[in-house]
């Protein structure tokens, strides 16, 4: 049987094209902000699907490899994923949106097993990351000295991160994250032991030194405390060392440590801005608190959790008095997916991940080093383990695998890590044993249709559909202060049409169908005439939308606004009183309120009432302010 060294060309050059095209998929999503937005993910996710499915080919049936190491182990938090996606969740259009992110990262981590065992696949997949971050570390330089508010495709930068770099992120502590994961296997490139030519050490010096200034650059704390973490705990954990070898280099970190941070400290206002913020609030103000609602939420459903991209949904539910930001995620991974998923979700991903983890790095700890070349691979792999340690770790304090690029890069380190095939050729012993066996090519042919399934038929369309209705729902809010009916109208009109086709190609929507009434609300303001003609088409969304989820609350506002627009007064305030029964805190639906309520003059004392409430939990609310004032003067 041949070892990968002398395979039939065939299955080599399949190998390097799988490379190949996760290094452009990973490349194109990195410039689209990540992935963060749903648009870019249509095109990306199908892609990556059609490269698994050739993957998952050459196990079974294209000069089959058999079935790599741990190729199951993603499998049964899927499954359980899948009976969220499927209605187990409480909303279940965003169950399936945040799904498909479990499934890409699962799509990623078995590519990767399958580069893993082909030597000229995996330098393609090094030397592209290596790439990748140079072209990152190079984008935040340049919004650092030349344009701080620049980002890929003509987008600009929020204004609270213009004094921070996130290169081709639009978050910086992401771009932090991927540097987490990229710098120690380039420090072991550079400075460890084994082969290596003078060409290769340079470069992975000044890969070292982009990577290390991008981290800088990112001012990102989390990611900051991770990195140090992480070199402290490198030569403490790293074999073959004595004590007094293991306290130097401990010494030497903690003094490169306070040098670069006093450099930092020195030249940077942003760094000492971000780091007295930190110390003068004895910690995090925000984070706790999205952490607790993210555990309250737990605590209602402890065992299958709230359903899947069920957070930002339900936060209203438990948002606490005069909280205003309306976060997506929980700001910690781990948190989120107890939240979304409960006990069981929790146990079948991170449980597993961290007994997988356990079991490799005790079994690894038994292998001796007598042979150069297994030393050197077993040190590059702990440097990939460390670099995903300091993902993990960073992980406690964001939401990076959320932001599909991270996820992705992580889920290819992990699989390079998992990976025996190296380890098992320095032994001496078989690598592959191809299997031609009627299960073995129906399970491949299984897997390869469902991959490409998934990814055309029902990821495609659901990104698209969420793209438009992000892209829709942008127009809305950027004439939240805009009063002239012409200027909506040239605005929203074509954020309708997009809504429109967003619900047609994804039924499933519920945010889509809700916007949709959003909108057509707001035609009245270019179309007085048709008020109770917009009002019922704006009802017939709503409805729509809380038929899908009764649990969230801006749904209930569409519906009450609709209804008022058919002067159905009461029904209309019977669904605002639903809203508050659902976010008794939030602002917007305490406006809402007092907006129902000013409609007739015998209870517009009670209306100005709950926009005082409205104002006392957010006094920023604009919409409340102006319209107390017309209460008043009134």
């Known amino acids: 049987m041949p070892s990968p060294a002398h395979r039939a060309p065939v299955g080599v ?46 196990w079974t049936l294209l000069e089959p490899t058999a079935l790599p190491r741990g190729w199951w182990w993603p499998l049964p938090m899927l499954a359980y994923v899948a009976l969220h996606m499927g209605g187990l969740a409480q909303v279940p259009g965003r169950a399936w949106l945040d799904g498909l992110l479990w499934f890409w990262m699962a799509a990623a981590y078995w590519c990767g097993l399958q580069v893993a065992r082909e030597p000229m696949a995996r330098r393609i997949c090094g030397v592209g990351v290596a790439a990748l971050t140079v072209l990152v570390a190079a984008l935040a330089i340049y919004q650092r000295v030349v344009d701080p508010a620049w980002l890929p495709m003509g987008r600009r930068q929020a204004p609270q991160f213009l004094a921070r770099s996130g290169g081709a992120f639009g978050v910086p502590n992401t771009m932090a994250a991927w540097m987490l994961i990229v710098l120690p296997p380039a420090l072991i490139g550079c400075v460890g032991r084994g082969r290596r030519s003078r060409l290769v050490r340079v470069a992975a010096g000044g890969l070292v030194a982009l990577a290390m200034l991008a981290l800088v650059l990112s001012v990102s704390r989390g990611a900051w405390l991770a990195w140090v973490g992480v070199l402290l705990v490198w030569p403490l954990a790293e074999r073959g060392l004595t004590g007094a070898a293991r306290l130097r280099r401990v010494a030497i970190v903690v003094v490169g440590i306070g040098g670069i941070g006093a450099g930092a400290w020195a030249m940077s206002p942003e760094v000492r801005n971000r780091v007295s913020h930190l110390l003068d609030q004895k910690g995090e103000l925000t984070r706790p608190i999205l952490w607790n609602v993210a555990w309250r939420l ?56 961290g007994v997988v983890t356990v079991w490799l790095v005790r079994r690894r700890g038994g292998v001796k080093l007598d042979a150069s070349s297994i030393a050197t691979e077993l040190r590059w792999r702990g440097a990939v383990g460390l670099g995903l340690l300091g993902f993990a770790v960073a992980t406690v304090v964001d939401f990076h695998l959320k932001i599909p690029a991270a996820a992705m890069l992580a889920s290819l380190a992990a699989a390079g890590w ?21 299960w073995a090519v129906m399970l491949g042919l299984g897997f390869a249709v469902g991959a490409l399934w998934l990814g055309w038929a ?26 002239d009916a012409s200027v909506l109208q040239k605005e929203i009109k074509p954020g309708i049409a997009l809504l429109q086709q967003a619900v047609e190609v994804d039924p499933g929507n519920e945010r889509a169908w809700s916007d949709l009434s959003y909108a057509l609300s707001l035609s009245v303001h270019w179309e007085p005439a048709q008020a109770n003609v917009k009002g019922v088409e704006a009802e017939q969304a709503a409805r729509r939308a809380l038929t899908l989820s009764p649990a969230v609350a801006e749904h209930w506002v569409r519906l009450s606004v609709a209804l008022d627009l058919q ?54 609310n604009r919409e409340a302010k102006a319209l107390l004032a017309a209460l008043e003067r009134s």
């Open 418 to 438: 998992i990976s025996p095939v190296r380890e098992r050729r320095f032994r001496g012993g078989e690598v592959v044993d191809p299997q031609r066996g009627t």
């Open 458 to 483: 029902e990821a495609r369309p659901r990104y698209l559909a969420e793209g438009w209705r992000f892209e829709a729902r942008a127009r809305i809010n950027r004439q939240a202060a805009v009063t």
């Open 298 to 353: 737990w605590e209602s459903a402890p065992v299958g959790g709230t359903g899947g991209g069920s957070y930002a949904s339900l936060f209203d539910r438990e948002r606490p008095v005069g909280f205003r930001d309306y976060p997506t995620w929980a700001h910690n991974d781990y948190l989120n997916t107890l939240s979304d998923y409960g006990v069981i979700g929790f146990g079948l991903s991170f449980g597993l991940a």
């Open 13 to 58: 050059w399949i190998d390097r094209l799988v490379a190949v095209a996760l290094i452009l998929n990973l490349g194109w999503i990195t410039w689209h902000l990540g992935g963060y937005l749903a648009g870019s993910m249509a095109i990306s996710f199908p892609v990556l699907m059609t490269t698994l499915a050739v993957a998952v080919a050459r």
């Open 567 to 620: 002067n159905r007064w009461k029904e209309a305030g019977s669904a605002i009183s639903s809203a508050l029964g659902i976010a008794p805190n939030s602002s917007v639906v305490w406006y809402y309120q007092g907006f129902h309520l000013s409609l007739q003059r015998s209870t517009r004392l009670i209306a100005r009432a709950a926009l005082a409430t409205a104002l006392r939990l957010d006094p920023g």
